[in-house]
């Protein structure tokens, strides 16, 4: 039976995917700006960057299968992945730590967590993630990397001391070049275990038993 609050998710979901169909334009503004400069996040501040709902539905398979609880979220956008994220640790009395650069998106995010009923599951960081995250000093079950690229492998070398025998990360878009060059960093590491998800798009890496 589906209760209330999975469809208060399964709504404000729907509302932000039917939302981020528009999203190419801002996309191609964001990429354009590259041509005179390096891209920065502030490139993207509208764009949504959202992972897919096939993405999503694995993310909280992956959460209930594995009865994980303690997740950490690199790049909360407005919030899609994080919902998803809600969504499993709902089922395992779990919670979400989410870190987000741009100031409008992390509000903006927070307001859609409130949507969908389940902004008391997540908290949201705002600011640059190597200085939010800096402190943590929990276990981490889940980090999804979904941020700017370039702190892909900071990230992960800062909260590796959190994470243990049954850690999963994953590592989105890595079909890029910067993350190409961040998994082939951490395939050198005889204790990952690197298992490519959705065509390529998605790298989920463990460690070794």
């Known amino acids: 039976m589906i209760t209330k609050q999975q469809k208060q998710i399964a709504s404000t979901l729907k509302e932000l995917y039917n939302d981020s169909k528009y999203d190419m334009l801002n996309m191609m503004k ?3 700006k590259s041509v005179f400069r390096p891209m920065h996040p502030l490139d993207f501040k509208d764009s949504y960057l959202s992972i897919s709902k096939e993405q999503g539905v694995g993310l909280v398979q992956l959460i209930k299968e594995n ?3 303690n997740v950490v979220e690199f790049g909360t956008s407005f919030g899609i992945s994080t919902l998803f994220l809600a969504q499993g640790v709902l089922e395992t009395g779990g919670s979400v730590i989410t870190t987000e650069l741009i100031e409008s998106k992390a509000k903006q995010a927070i307001e859609n967590f409130k949507k969908a009923g389940v902004n008391s599951h997540i908290e949201v ?3 640059d993630a190597l200085k939010t995250l800096k402190n943590h000093d929990n276990p981490i079950d889940l980090l999804l990397l979904d941020g700017w690229k370039d702190l892909y492998l900071p990230l992960f070398q800062m909260l590796e001391p959190n994470f243990h025998a049954n850690t999963f990360i994953y590592i989105d878009n890595a079909e890029m070049t910067e993350v190409k060059a961040f998994l082939r960093t951490i395939g050198q590491n005889q204790k990952y275990q690197l298992q490519t998800k959705f065509g390529g ?5 463990t460690i070794k038993k």
Not at 201 to 205: C, D, G, I, S, T
């Open 201 to 205: 798009k998605v790298v989920l890496a």
């Open 125 to 127: 960081r705002i600011g």
């Open 67 to 69: 009865h994980i609880k």
């Open 30 to 32: 964001g990429a354009a």
